[in-house]
């Protein structure tokens, strides 16, 4: 972008804010929302600030439920699966991408095949499956069904093989074994690529509301966005400023997260170079 | 001394090997509503376990009404079911008839039984369900939340504008055609709102004199009178322009309903009597309730939902499960419950006792919904009825009124489906 | 000595997929062949299946179910294309350091991380053709109302771009995350050879960026594909069926309808659909894609 205009540069940062404000608008609202009472809420033209906030909403979001159980059990699936589908992923994504063997092809295409199929369908096998197996109410029912990721194989295959096979080969005549190979050689070289998988996993289950809510049947091991479902009522009449309550609690450690690890997230990227 | 010790200790032995206290036994109650409800509920959980040993009752939050029914289903499978749980009255004949489902006869009659009698007939199994002409299932169900669509209109705005309170649908569209207030283009305020759905559809049906099925259960038979009900609406949000169809399926529709009532941005609206603590708490203006309007007659469905045994549950459990409902069936519960919802209580002892009459006195709006049961209309006891509702009417009344399909179309279709779905059944 | 490590390779290499794939199979293919199974009987889930052959298949063979697959598609598609069209230009843009960058970034990536439930049901009100906030802002500049969920010709796109507004922080990191990784000499020396920017963007931004628009295309796709919770609550896969997408048809026979084996026949149908087109493109691309090796 060389010498623009400084209208075009002043029009494309009004751009820039614009959207910036839609993106972040309806987040801001759903925080305003949750310091307010229920006739605020519901009154239009809405109000922006609530006067006076009602910090007492995010007390009566943490109470309706055992709010700390679901935070610690949030955090151990998230991670336990995140933890797997890495460790899985860079093995397989390995044998992919750098050995031969019969039927190494019809085994990843078997792998893609998995893509798309969602938990709505898997629900009820694996659930029947586990119950027979008393794994219902358990964190395997949580972790196992999501240990594996196609998507994580094949983008982790996808990276391997942009690395450069004499690469490897001299790390073994050298004597490595293939775990070092894998996880000291490959993965930093693909850390780009894992990070940005990563980010999508830990997205994704953290919010994840269905596969805890069926697998489910008592709250031992129920993560917050079940927590937070409860909060909602079809019946009588939704309290939306509790609801937004609770559902900062979902958000707020993801942000706080993030925010922390901004900095390395970009710097893995800038290391080694996407190529 | 040694020997007085060990007789000492014999005797204390003896004592406490004599029938243990036993620990209570446990059952659950799976339930699928949150908030208000979920809170209520686990609070009369709680005081349920605290006033007896014997029994002790753990509920669970499992999804909407149909997660929580697909869970069920799954974990009978899997003998893993709940002892206690509750469900919408329409899917009651298709899992009775499944065998999903213990009689409560004996429970009711036992020991520890419940006086039947004082139940109020409009909100019982029995008064829900027309049996067809076939011998009445056994007791199963009890019910829980149950509760009748109302009118409920802004009493301020209606006496603005002069406008009487509606009593037939003639009068409606007059109301309605008063109270809608346009700006130019725009419609600022409309006068009628109600969700397209089957539950009101179905009390518009009865209203214009007909009914879902032959008296033999045999033949659907709302062709002609789902479709002038069909098209009521189909006119007054098209022609009339003066009713909003509220946008979203199922809950989501009605939660735009009510959001809008309190907005002020609809002068009537028809919703269920559930929701009137909220209405009252929210709204800035006075509520008013009233019945339906009536047309051929005055009619008005029931819904809500029954406590159910699972018959698959080992025998101990369910006797806990029938203890829990038995006591929350109780007049004293269900007073409790009432005042804390906004549905109606279902013993006739709790409505006739002093503290409800001088609740209802202060507030007459609670009892509309109890006068209208002498207009409850009853649902044909069939297992097509939970499929003619979900599959047939629910997800096609919304065509007429986005003016796809007529509604004449669109009788014609689901009554061929429905049709087909009652043979299917049949055989 | 070359056929003794080739054996081990062999080896080593069932080894290495054999746990993953034994772990797929159970949990992902397990189920795909019990849809297939369930898919020749009639079942509620109650009662006792009763054999159909392939009546389920026979029945979904209608207009309804042609409709779901083009607006799974059309769904797909412009998710795809708008978020990754708008994610590039975002990054573009605010490729530069910058406390202001940073913040617009923070902006724009903070919808990524909120659940669904909130942000749907947040769009519900503003999307409201009465009193909506989007119907306000348009009545401001002149523009009619629109009915964004309640019209049957619009509600798919509505439901487009919510998710692209939800999803949009992600492939704007990314693409500022692969913008950032390209040498700065590559531009110098376009510079100095007198490049436009267009020219810059064609010739060296874009090839060097395939392999993230790839990784994006990916993930984008199979993510939009499994689209769920904003249909379920946002439009319940109406008004009539204009937002009956796969996941959610599948959810609604099974456990709205209760019709297992019907739902089935569709897991079966979008699986063999997909496996067919993924197969095809495969083989297609497999001579022109390249590694370095």
């Not at chain 2, 974990?75 to 919408?88: G, M, Q, R, S």
């Amino acid at each position: 972008m060389s010498h623009p205009s400084p209208w075009v540069r002043a029009l494309t940062l009004l751009g820039l804010v614009v959207v910036a404000a839609v993106e972040v608008g309806p987040y801001l609202w759903m925080v305003a929302t949750s310091l307010k009472d229920l006739p605020s809420v519901t009154q239009f033209p809405p109000s922006l600030i609530p006067r006076p906030p009602r910090w007492d909403n995010y007390a009566k979001a943490w109470q309706s439920g055992p709010f700390l159980r679901y935070f610690v059990n949030n955090v151990v699936q998230t991670a336990a699966i995140l933890v797997l589908q890495l460790g899985f992923a860079c093995t397989a994504a390995y044998a992919f991408a750098k050995l031969r063997f019969r039927g190494r092809d019809l085994c990843f295409v078997i792998v893609m095949a998995c893509l798309i199929v969602p938990p709505q369908v898997r629900f009820v096998p694996l659930y029947i499956l586990f119950s027979h197996l008393g794994l219902v109410n358990t964190y395997a029912a949580l972790v196992l069904p999501y240990a594996v990721s196609a998507l994580g194989t094949f983008l982790i295959r996808e990276a391997f093989m942009q690395i450069s096979d004499d690469i490897v080969d001299a790390a073994r005549v050298d004597g490595a074994g293939v775990f070092t190979v894998i996880f000291r050689l490959l993965v930093p070289m693909a850390r780009p690529t894992i990070v940005a998988f990563s980010l999508f996993s830990v997205v994704y289950h953290w919010n994840d509301f269905f596969w805890p809510l069926v697998m489910t049947t008592t709250d031992a091991v129920r993560t917050l966005p079940v927590g937070v479902s409860m909060l909602r009522e079809e019946g009588t009449g939704a309290r939306w400023h509790i609801i937004m309550a609770g559902s900062m609690f979902v958000v707020a450690p993801v942000l706080a997260v993030f925010a922390v690890a901004q900095r390395h997230i970009v710097r893995a990227f800038t290391f080694t170079s996407l190529k | 001394m040694r020997r007085m010790l060990a007789v000492v200790l014999g005797l204390w032995w003896l004592a406490g090997a004599g029938p243990a206290a036993a620990d209570p036994i446990v059952a659950q109650f799976w339930y699928s509503f949150g908030g208000k409800n979920r809170e209520v509920t686990e609070a009369h959980i709680k005081k349920f376990n605290e006033s007896q040993s014997k029994y002790r009752i753990e509920g669970t939050f499992q999804g909407d009404y149909f997660q929580a029914l697909a869970k069920i289903r799954a974990a009978a499978i899997t003998k893993t079911a709940p002892a206690a749980f509750h469900v919408v009255g329409e899917a009651l004949p298709n899992l009775w008839q499944g065998g999903m489902l213990e009689s409560m006869e004996e429970y009711a009659k036992g020991a520890n039984g419940t006086d039947l009698a004082d139940f109020v007939p409009g909100l019982t199994q029995a008064g829900y369900f027309d049996y067809l002409g076939k011998k009445p299932a056994p007791l199963f169900a009890l019910p829980f939340f149950r509760s009748t669509p109302i009118l409920y209109y802004n009493a301020d705005m209606l006496a603005a504008k002069g406008v009487k309170v509606p009593a037939t649908w003639d009068e409606l569209r007059d109301a309605a055609g008063k109270l809608t207030v346009r700006e130019g283009g725009d419609t600022k305020v409309y006068g009628f709102e109600v969700p397209v759905d089957w539950w009101f559809w179905y009390g518009l049906l009865h209203q214009a004199g007909g009914t879902l099925m032959s008296a033999d259960g045999k033949r659907a038979a709302f062709k002609d009178k789902g479709q002038e009900a069909l098209q009521f609406w189909v006119d007054l949000v098209n022609r009339d322009r003066t009713m909003k169809q509220p946008p979203g399926k199922d809950y989501s529709a009605w939660e735009v309903a009510n959001t809008d009532f309190i907005n002020q941005r609809v002068g009537m609206i028809f919703t269920s009597t559930a929701f009137l603590n909220y209405m009252t708490e929210n709204a800035k203006f006075k509520v008013g309730t009233a019945f339906l309007p009536a047309k051929a007659k005055a009619a008005v469905p029931t819904g809500g939902t029954y406590f159910v045994l699972l018959k698959d549950a080992p025998a101990a459990q369910k006797e806990a499960g029938w203890a829990f409902i038995k006591w929350m069936t109780d007049p004293e519960q269900t007073v409790s419950l009432s005042k804390a919802t906004g549905y109606m209580p279902v013993r006739l002892s709790a409505i006739n006792s002093p503290a409800m009459q001088s609740f209802y006195k202060d507030n007459p709006n609670y009892k509309v919904a109890l006068d209208q049961l002498r207009n409850a209309q009853r649902f044909p006891f069939s297992p097509a009825l939970f499929d003619i509702q979900r599959e047939v009417i629910q997800p096609n009344l919304e065509a007429a009124v986005l003016g796809s399909k007529t509604s004449a179309e669109i009788m014609t279709t689901a009554d061929q489906k429905a049709n087909e779905i009652i043979g299917k059944y049949d055989r | 000595m070359a056929s003794r490590r080739a054996r081990r390779d062999a080896w080593l290499g069932y080894a290495l997929v054999g746990p993953s794939l034994a772990l797929f199979g159970l949990v992902y293919l397990y189920p795909v062949a019990y849809s297939a199974y369930v898919s020749v009987f009639q079942w509620d889930l109650m009662t006792p299946k009763r054999y159909v052959g392939l009546a389920n298949y026979r029945e979904l063979w209608s207009p309804e179910f042609g409709e779901v697959l083009v607006n799974t598609a059309c769904y797909s598609g412009g998710v795809v294309l708008l978020a990754l069209a708008l994610g590039l230009g975002l990054a573009l843009l605010l490729n530069h350091r910058g406390a202001w960058s940073a913040a617009l970034q923070a902006c724009i990536f903070s919808s990524y991380i909120v659940s669904w439930v909130a942000v749907s049901l947040l769009w519900i009100w503003m999307l409201d053709p009465q009193y909506g906030l989007v119907t306000y802002g348009l009545r401001l500049v002149g523009l009619p109302a629109v009915n964004w969920l309640g019209s049957p010709a619009v509600a798919l796109w509505t439901l487009v771009l919510v998710t692209v507004w939800k999803t949009l922080g992600y492939p704007m990191i990314i693409y500022l995350a692969g913008l950032q990784a390209i040498p700065g000499d590559f531009y110098e020396a376009a510079a100095l050879d007198g490049a436009t920017g267009w020219n810059r963007f064609r010739f060296i931004t874009w090839p060097l960026l395939s392999p993230t628009t790839l990784f994006l295309v990916v993930t984008l796709t199979i993510a939009s594909f499994q689209g769920f919770d904003i249909v379920k609550i946002m439009t319940g896969g109406g008004p009539i069926t204009s937002t009956m997408i796969y996941v959610y048809y599948i959810y609604e026979q099974a456990f709205q309808y209760f019709r297992l084996g019907k739902a089935s026949a569709a897991v079966v149908i979008f699986f063999g659909l997909i496996l067919l087109l993924t197969l095809a493109q495969w083989l297609a691309f497999r001579k022109r894609v390249q590694y370095t090796t």
